[in-house]
């Protein structure tokens, strides 16, 4: 069985290589179709690989002690750019209170992935009641490859290390010759993983590895161009027809099956250092995407005036409010940090990210165990008619007013005496992405609330979902005592406990303008092209 030959890395040449004949290094190619890959997936649920049965490269044995680390924090990497402006009231020093909060949540993690190495590996995922292990996603060891990064980022070196030498000798074989990998979830999990880790560390077998899973993964890229036809209201649906690009059905939303597509449609740009034309079409310059979100789907409740987004079929709202789509004020937050946008749009979306955090918050804010229910169904009440209860109306008759008195769905929020909301979804699944935003409103704003409020749900997680071995799913969110659920997902590891120790970190481990994280929350710098790449194949500078 022939030998595939090796991944040409150029570290720093000035001149490029007479056998490289398409656009810049293979491992920034490999990246870039990767992410992109997320993009067309995230809206093209459907698809799915199937693995095969054998592999045609074999890796080579992992010898302790040959792959060098690299102590924290990694070196500056040559392909980041400075960032297109610095971010507002970082911290200086370290704060001892602070300090020992980031230690506590080491601590958490340490527990968790200990728990899951112990009594779930080789399996995928923990069972953190039962202290035993389950196959989720592909029995690959799920967990490992999704905690690598955060060993690092925190700083576990021998724990990383220890790791390092399992995931050098996967291969990727299927357990069962007849099942399927799911794409989307083996590229921000495995993938991602892999290839983050490899960013922070310098261990090049984790890229020898991402290149082997990236190869299988390679036959789906077909997919991405048929997409970027940018639909003239900038409203994406949930569901794609694979076969002509054309929207599937008519719902739009930023909650499942659309959260990750609306992320990245920045976050790809962001990580071509703002130099891909097609990325930017997507999301610049005229804001097609996030202001369609912000003029059909946020809304207001008519007591403590919630801000919140919902998905609409046939233009018609559902009302319903779900975690996953907490991962939006993050992203509002980020696009003002990170883009040059016009002072309007600046502070539209500064308060449309504030808004809708503090509403995730008060859904934590206002249950009996201080954790976030799943989904959760506002009640518009006398807003209810004729779109009355759209944010964005309730802004422009502010602005008429001459902005007298509070801004609409802006500022502190109490514990509710009676709820605007009926719970549809009552578990807690120890999802990150209200800890994301927090994460972000903190590095691009410094306020402390941010930090308060999620020390408040850390204290709340440890108190309601600890285990013997690990940390649970929690069944409903207003009972005590509470039932915990023998389910310890991987982004428990990968996402929650990683945006809670860069929370709690006064020092600014990974840069809003040098990072990407991916919808996993897995790290990836951002890159610029060397002078005869831009000039060779024609990269725009940064727009």
């Not at 810049?24 to 693995?51: E, K, M, Q, Y």
């Not at 922070?200 to 890229?207: A, H, K, N, P, Q």
């Not at 995407?289 to 059909?296: E, F, Y």
């Not at 005592?481 to 406990?497: H, R």
Request: charged letters at 20%; proline letters at 8%.
């Amino acid at each position: 069985m022939s030998r595939r030959p090796r991944i040409w890395a150029d570290p720093e040449s000035a001149t490029p290589p007479s056998s490289v004949t398409c656009i810049g290094r293979p491992l920034l190619r490999r990246i870039t179709w990767a992410v992109i890959s997320l993009v067309i997936v995230s809206i093209f649920t459907i698809s799915r690989f199937l693995t095969p049965q054998y592999h045609a490269y074999v890796p080579p044995p992992y010898i302790p002690g040959q792959h060098e680390s690299h102590p924290r924090p990694p070196p500056p990497l040559p392909w980041i750019h400075p960032g297109p402006r610095p971010i507002q009231n970082v911290p200086t020093g370290t704060d001892p209170k602070w300090s020992a909060r980031a230690d506590k949540v080491k601590e958490a993690f340490v527990h968790a992935y200990d728990g899951y190495r112990h009594h779930a590996f080789p399996n995928d995922e923990l069972r953190p009641v039962s202290g035993t292990g389950i196959n989720s996603l592909n029995g690959w060891g799920l967990s490992l490859f999704d905690a690598l990064d955060t060993m690092w980022v925190m700083g576990l070196h021998d724990t990383f290390n220890d790791t390092l030498e399992i995931i050098a000798n996967s291969t990727f074989i299927s357990p069962k010759s007849d099942s399927f990998a799911p794409f989307f979830e083996t590229v921000i999990r495995y993938l991602g993983g892999m290839l983050s880790a490899y960013a922070l560390s310098g261990e090049t077998v984790l890229l020898a590895r991402a290149d082997d899973l990236a190869t299988m993964l390679l036959p789906t890229e077909h997919i991405m161009r048929q997409m970027y036809d940018v639909p003239p209201d900038g409203i994406y649906t949930t569901l794609w027809d694979i076969k002509t690009g054309r929207p599937a059905n008519n719902v739009f939303s930023v909650g499942a099956y659309a959260d990750s597509a609306h992320e990245y449609l920045l976050k790809q740009w962001l990580l071509t250092s703002q130099s891909e034309p097609k990325t930017r079409e997507l999301y610049l310059p005229d804001l097609r995407s996030m202001n369609a979100v912000i003029n059909n789907l946020l809304y207001l409740t008519p007591k403590r005036q919630l801000l919140y987004v919902t998905d609409s079929r046939d233009s018609i709202p559902s009302h319903t409010f779900e975690h996953l789509s907490c991962f939006l004020p993050g992203l509002l937050a980020l696009g003002v940090h990170t883009l040059n946008l016009p002072t309007k749009e600046r502070e539209l979306h500064s308060w449309a990210a504030e808004g809708l955090a503090r509403t995730c918050w008060a859904t934590y804010l206002d249950t009996e165990t201080g954790l976030g229910p799943d989904e959760v169904l506002m009640l518009p009440g006398i807003w209810s008619e004729g779109g009355k209860g759209l944010w964005i109306k309730h802004v422009r008759e502010w602005e008429e007013k001459g902005r007298q008195g509070n801004l609409p769905g802006i500022g502190e929020v109490e514990k509710a005496k009676e709820r605007e909301y009926l719970m549809k979804k009552q578990k807690f699944l120890l999802r990150p992405e209200t800890l994301e935003s927090f994460y972000i409103l903190w590095r691009t704003t410094g306020q402390e609330v941010w930090r308060e409020r999620g020390w408040t749900i850390f204290e709340a997680i440890e108190k309601h979902t600890r285990t013997e071995y690990g940390y649970a799913n929690v069944g409903h969110v207003d009972h005590l005592p509470v039932q915990q659920i023998d389910e310890m997902p991987s982004w428990f590891l990968a996402e929650t406990l990683k945006y809670l120790y860069l929370l709690f970190t006064d020092e600014d481990l990974l840069p809003l303008d040098e990072w990407v994280f991916n919808t996993e929350a897995h790290p990836l710098p951002v890159f610029k092209w060397r002078k005869w790449e831009r000039e060779k194949y024609g990269i725009p500078s940064i727009m």
